[in-house]
């Protein structure tokens, strides 16, 4: 319990003295593990034990957290705490909304280009279409964006801010 202590201790000091940094080092490690964990759950809803990684998507979600989530959503509290007044439950209110409307979209607009840009750059998919990278980002939010705007609009649906990739 000592070593929890004083690690938790060392971390706390780590952050105040480099937030984003700090931040930064520790939720790209975090959305590795998630995903993988999400991976093998994937799996498994699939009846097999365990099952291959994708290492792709594995990929672009640390890349998108670590250069887009996490700064974006770092900043953006940063300047709600400043702006936002009201009561707790307000501000929570106030915080949710901000969160969809000012980081989401933006997020999840940024997260359609990174996504397209490593699966082009990086892995070398190619379309079938031989589409340029412009070509194929502007497709993917022309067909993608209006999903994620249904998603964080529709009262029936729970709101989502990251739409994964559609891998077969």
Not at 55 to 68: A, F, H, K, L
Not at 121 to 127: R, W
Request: hydrophobic content about 45%.
């Amino acid at each position: 319990m000592a070593a929890a202590r004083a690690l938790l201790a060392r971390y706390s000091t780590v952050l105040k003295a480099a937030p984003l940094r700090t931040n930064l080092a520790t939720a790209v490690p975090l959305m590795v593990v998630g995903d993988l964990c999400a991976q093998q759950l994937e799996h498994r809803q699939h009846g097999r034990c365990t099952g291959p990684i994708d290492v792709q998507r594995t990929v672009v979600m640390s890349s998108y957290s670590g250069t887009i989530f996490t700064p974006i959503f770092f900043y953006l509290y940063k300047v709600m705490d400043r702006v936002l007044v009201g009561p707790p439950v307000a501000l929570a209110l106030q915080k949710a909304v901000g969160s969809v409307v000012v980081g989401g979209i933006p997020a999840n607009a940024a997260f359609l280009v990174l996504a397209t840009t490593i699966e082009m750059k990086a892995f070398g998919k190619v379309p079938s279409s031989g589409a340029s990278l412009p070509e194929v980002v502007s497709e993917k939010w022309r067909h993608d964006l209006p999903r994620v705007g249904a998603l964080v609009s529709s009262p029936s649906t729970p709101s989502m801010l990251l739409v994964a990739p559609q891998h077969s």
